[in-house]
């Protein structure tokens, strides 16, 4: 089994539809991210949270948020999905060593399709 | 705003030849660390750099850390079919509140057997 799961895969929506991504990691990690991935642009970072009651931006925080609910979990909403949201989306975890050395372990993505 | 440009953005050759990437920067980082993505998979950290002018290898795998902090590149030597993937630079600078990974656009690399 995969140490950061990440649940659906692949998600066909249409505009103004609520979406939820969700991650679960079973690597004890204290550090969890939200990355967008779109062909040419590389990764750009959506959210972050450091501990349960820890949440920041990213990069592109609009349109989006997030719960941390468990430290083994970091959900992602869309509250009204649109279009420019058709992306690939990856979580990633970290612990503090990791913080140190820039080690990230990302999920397998979620494909998602506004249409 | 900072720029990261990293090049090329696409490479097809043939099994057993080299590879070169490179990103630049027109900001300074204390870390260059570097990410391949396989098909359908998500990243996974292949080489970090933490000290200017550091020069690293693993396997066929070279990086260095430009002695300008501003750029690093990647060689990968003798590649083979399983090198084929999306490669990312991915600078930063560790410390302080931030400290978040930058990741290129990335230089996807296809190999001909």
């Known amino acids: 089994d995969a140490d950061v799961t990440q649940t659906p895969r692949n998600r066909i929506t249409k505009t103004g539809k609520r979406i939820m991504l969700e991650c679960s990691q079973t690597k004890g990690h204290d550090r969890m991210y939200w990355y967008r991935q779109d062909p040419g642009l590389g990764l750009r970072l959506i959210y972050y949270?450091?501990?349960?009651?820890?949440?920041n931006k990213g990069e592109i925080s609009d349109g989006y948020s997030v719960s941390r609910q468990a430290q083994a979990k970091f959900s992602l909403s869309l509250e009204s999905a649109i279009p420019n949201q058709t992306a690939l989306y990856f979580c990633a975890t970290s612990d503090l060593a990791g913080a140190r050395t820039g080690e990230l372990f990302f999920g397998e993505g979620s494909r998602l399709t506004v249409l | 705003g900072q720029q990261l440009n990293q090049s090329p953005q696409s490479m097809f050759i043939q099994e057993g030849e080299d590879v070169s990437m490179n990103c630049t920067s027109s900001s300074i980082f204390n870390t260059w660390l570097w990410y391949k993505q396989d098909p359908g998979e998500g990243p996974v950290l292949l080489i970090a750099l933490y000290k200017a002018g550091e020069l690293t290898s693993n396997g066929r795998l070279t990086a260095q850390f430009g002695i300008t902090r501003k750029d690093s590149f990647l060689n990968i030597s003798a590649s083979i079919p399983s090198d084929v993937g999306i490669y990312f630079c991915?600078?930063?600078?560790?410390?302080?509140?931030?400290?978040?990974?930058?990741f290129g656009k990335g230089t996807k690399l296809s190999v001909k057997p």
């Open positions: 991915a600078p930063r600078n560790y410390g302080g509140s931030q400290g978040n990974l930058i």
């Open positions: 949270s450091f501990d349960v009651k820890d949440i």
